[in-house]
């Protein structure tokens, strides 16, 4: 991947991935989006920020993922290739991408969170995944638009902190079942008061 700044990285299953057991899941590091020198973006504009996703499984070699997902317009790039290097999402930076394992609790997580960053102004939207390669819209969450957030997992939940415009609102995410979903999920979003 080209040289950037403010990428978001987790540790999530690898797409070729075929196992649900915890003692035989593939794991792999994974890169999305970020700040870059300027480029062609895909349709033809001069960008600095990147809508795509990258993947490893040791930290060395690293492949760039062919990505589907939804591409809907006034959402995302919905003039995108589906099966191209461009992300359904927009191109961004100083988001955050976590791992999220549903309410079941299982220990092998269930989905990537693709959440908020500047896109180019600072967002709320949220993007999940369920293999690194298709990425589905989830809606805007309920905290207010942010970038350069901090978000870690703890106790099964999903929590987002801080972020520019300056804020220290804390807000946390569980992944719940949602049928109607083409990924299967949803986060539900409550403010920690």
Known sequence: FTPRHSHATTVFKCPD??????????LCLWLTGG????????????????ADVWYSKDGKEWNQATLDGDFIQGVGNWDGKPGGFTAPWYA???????????????GIADVMVLAGGNNPMPSNDVWLSKDGISWYFDGYAEWP??????????????????????????????LVKNTTSEVGYTVKWTQMK
Do not use: C, M
């Not at 638009?145 to 520019?164: D, E, M, N, P």
């Open 35 to 50: 700040y870059s020198d300027p480029h062609l973006s895909f349709d033809l504009r001069i960008e600095n920020e990147n």
């Open 92 to 106: 961004r930076y100083g988001h955050s991408t976590n791992a999220l394992d549903d309410e079941e609790g299982d």
């Open 17 to 26: 991935n075929n196992s649900s057991s915890l003692l035989f899941v593939n």
């Open 145 to 174: 638009k942010r970038a350069y957030h901090s978000t870690t997992v703890f106790q099964g939940k999903l929590f987002v902190i801080g972020g520019t415009p300056f804020t220290n609102s804390v807000w946390t995410g569980r």
